[in-house]
Each structure stands twice: as C-alpha cells, then as structure tokens.
C-alpha cells in the first residue's frame, strides 16, 4: 500500500503541470534577483541569477527566508543608505571643521610668534627712510618716520604692553623739514638737527642734550622740561616756544630769537645768551645763574623772581623789564639799567 502511495507522488511530480509551476518559480526568483541586482548595483548576469533562483526554489528554507528578505532590499536602499550616507557627511563636516580650527590655531600661534620679526622689519624700513633722506631739504618721509620711531604701538595681542620706543641719539637730519613732528620724550642726545624745520613740534621732555640746533626752526614749538643741557642753538629762531621748566644749562643760545618765549622755571644756569633777543619772554622764576646775556634784548622781559646770580648783563637792553623779586647779587650790570625804566 505504501509502495502504490508514493509511485502516485512520483507520477504526480512528472506531471507537466508540476513541471511548468517548478519553471514558473525559477522564473520568477530569477527575475527577483534580477531586480535586486540593478537595485544594489551589484555584478552578474542572467544566467548567474538563474542558477541562483534554481538552488533557492529548490530548498523551501531558502526560498521562504528569500522571500522575508525582499522587502528589507528595498527599505535599506530606499531609507537606511540616505541617512547612512547623511550621517558619513556629518562626520566628514565635523572631521573638516575641526581641521579648520586646528589651520587658525597654527594661524594664530605663527602670527604671535612672528611678532618681533614683523615689529624689527618696521623698524629696520623706517631707519631706512631717515638715512636715504639724509641732507634732504624736505621731508622724504622722516617725519613720520621719527614718529613711528619714537612711538609706543600696543603690542597684539597683549594689548596690555607696548613696544619700547626707538632710541635716537645722534640722529642726522640737517635742513630736514620736521614741522610739527610729534616726538615727545624723545632721546635726541647728539642729534645733528642744523637748520632743521620744527616749527610747532612736540619735543616735550625731550633728551636734547649737545644736539646741534644752531639756525633751527622751533617756533611755537613746545619744549616743556626738555633736557637741554650744552644744546647748540646759536640764531635758533624760538619766538612763543613753550620752554617751561626747560633745562638749558650751558646751552649756547648767541643771536637766538626767543621773542615772547614762555621759559618760566627754566634753568639757563651758565647759558650763553649773548646778543640773544628775550623781548617779552617770560623769565618768571627762571634760574640764569652765571649766565652770560652781554648785549642781550631784555626788553619788556619778565624776570620777577628770576635768580641771575653772578650773571652778566652788561650792555642787555632791559627797557620796561620787570626784575621784580630778581636776585642779582655779584650780577655784573651797568649802571644804566637801573636809569632805565626797569622795575625793581
């Protein structure tokens, strides 16, 4: 009975019914795999997936878990691989960005370290400019040249610091035309300045001393408690110059024009001030001890207060002076000046 049942199972599989259904679900799963193929952009070809879907249809496992599967092709390709592919960029965004930050970190640390070499380079073109315009009558740039020089830039990024200023001793810039150059507190000892323009210029507190000024401009120019001492300034022209608490001990100042010069507490201990015009400076509380004024103009001069200890003011013109409080002892003074209308 068992034999007959399962030679009917046999004739039934030969059947081409049978046959012809086997074929259509190669044909099918062939066609899936086919499909799937072009999907994932995967190799092979048609006979390549027709021997594969034989092997599926023939083991029901693999077809039914084939069969599971198709749908999840479709949802990976379609969803899974965008956000995968969104997620790689984001990270490759992120990899670039920290690169980018890591190029201005590098970027910074250059730029602070070259600093100084920036810093020399300026320096090294602005000595450039002063020397190549040396004996130059204009200006050739100097002016702000010596400015740049002498100033105190706020170093980057430590804003809290600044640069030293620029030493300038013995600067040579004869006939150079420096009017209202701004160079306050500068060191100018031995500086050559011959018949140099510096009409209206910021020398307050300036390191002037042995500088050779002799037939200089300094009109108008301000030279609070400048340092002054031996200066040569021999027909310097000086009319209204601000030269309060100026130390001009042993300057040379023969035939200098100081007409309305403002020298209150000034030192011109020792000063020479032959023939030089004072008319209607202010003196007032200046110390001229031992200074040398033979045939000085003194007229309308203020010198209340002014200590002219040992001075010599022979032949000075001190018509309608004011010595008011003067200390002239040892002074040598004609007696005419006292016939004049001095104030005493």
């Given at each position: 009975?068992?034999?007959?049942?399962?030679?009917?199972?046999i004739k039934?599989?030969?059947?081409?019914?049978?046959?012809?259904?086997?074929?259509?679900?190669?044909?099918?799963?062939?066609y899936?795999?086919?499909?799937?193929?072009?999907?994932?952009?995967g190799?092979?070809?048609?006979?390549?997936?027709?021997?594969?879907?034989?092997?599926?249809?023939?083991n029901?496992?693999?077809?039914?878990?084939?069969?599971?599967?198709q749908?999840?092709?479709?949802?990976?390709?379609?969803?899974?691989?965008?956000?995968l592919?969104?997620?790689?960029?984001?990270?490759?965004?992120?990899?670039?960005?920290?690169?980018g930050?890591?190029?201005?970190?590098?970027?910074?640390?250059?730029?602070?370290?070259?600093?100084?070499?920036?810093?020399?380079?300026?320096?090294y073109?602005?000595?450039?400019?002063?020397t190549?315009?040396?004996?130059?009558?204009?200006?050739?740039?100097?002016?702000?040249?010596?400015?740049?020089?002498?100033?105190?830039?706020?170093?980057?990024?430590w804003?809290w610091?600044?640069?030293?200023?620029?030493?300038?001793?013995?600067?040579?810039?004869?006939?150079?035309?420096?009017?209202?150059?701004?160079l306050?507190?500068?060191?100018?000892?031995?500086?050559?300045?011959?018949?140099?323009?510096?009409?209206?210029?910021?020398?307050?507190k300036?390191?002037?001393?042995?500088?050779?000024?002799?037939?200089?401009?300094?009109?108008?120019?301000?030279?609070?408690?400048?340092?002054?001492?031996?200066?040569?300034?021999?027909?310097?022209?000086?009319?209204?110059?601000?030269?309060?608490?100026?130390?001009l001990?042993?300057?040379k100042?023969?035939?200098?024009?100081?007409?309305?010069?403002?020298?209150?507490?000034?030192?011109?201990?020792?000063?020479?001030?032959?023939?030089?015009?004072?008319?209607?400076?202010?003196?007032?509380?200046?110390?001229?001890?031992?200074?040398?004024?033979?045939?000085?103009?003194?007229?309308?001069?203020?010198?209340?207060?002014?200590?002219?200890?040992?001075?010599?003011?022979?032949g000075?013109?001190?018509a309608?002076?004011?010595?008011?409080?003067?200390?002239l002892?040892?002074a040598?003074?004609?007696?005419?000046?006292?016939s004049k209308?001095?104030?005493?």
């Amino acid at each position: 009975m068992k034999l007959n049942q399962i030679l009917n199972q046999i004739k039934v599989s030969l059947t081409p019914s049978s046959t012809k259904n086997h074929y259509q679900k190669v044909e099918e799963i062939a066609y899936k795999l086919y499909q799937n193929r072009l999907l994932v952009k995967g190799e092979g070809d048609a006979e390549h997936d027709w021997h594969k879907a034989e092997q599926i249809v023939k083991n029901p496992l693999t077809l039914a878990l084939f069969k599971c599967h198709q749908p999840f092709i479709s949802i990976e390709k379609k969803f899974l691989e965008p956000v995968l592919d969104y997620l790689n960029r984001l990270a490759l965004l992120e990899i670039l960005g920290l690169v980018g930050n890591l190029s201005l970190l590098v970027g910074v640390i250059v730029f602070i370290g070259g600093e100084q070499d920036r810093r020399n380079a300026e320096v090294y073109q602005a000595w450039q400019v002063v020397t190549a315009a040396y004996d130059q009558a204009g200006s050739g740039g100097r002016k702000e040249a010596l400015e740049f020089l002498n100033s105190r830039p706020r170093r980057i990024p430590w804003f809290w610091l600044t640069w030293r200023r620029q030493n300038l001793d013995s600067l040579q810039a004869p006939k150079a035309y420096l009017k209202g150059v701004q160079l306050p507190g500068a060191k100018l000892v031995n500086a050559n300045l011959f018949a140099a323009n510096l009409f209206a210029a910021n020398l307050e507190k300036a390191g002037l001393s042995r500088a050779n000024l002799q037939k200089a401009i300094l009109d108008e120019a301000n030279l609070q408690q400048a340092y002054l001492i031996k200066a040569k300034l021999q027909q310097a022209s000086l009319s209204e110059a601000k030269l309060q608490k100026a130390n001009l001990g042993n300057a040379k100042l023969q035939e200098a024009y100081l007409f309305k010069a403002k020298l209150q507490q000034a030192k011109l201990n020792i000063a020479k001030l032959q023939q030089a015009d004072l008319e209607q400076a202010n003196l007032e509380n200046a110390s001229l001890v031992g200074a040398k004024l033979q045939n000085a103009h003194l007229a309308g001069a203020n010198l209340k207060n002014a200590n002219l200890k040992n001075a010599n003011l022979a032949g000075a013109n001190l018509a309608g002076a004011d010595l008011a409080g003067a200390d002239l002892k040892n002074a040598i003074y004609s007696n005419e000046i006292r016939s004049k209308s001095c104030k005493f």
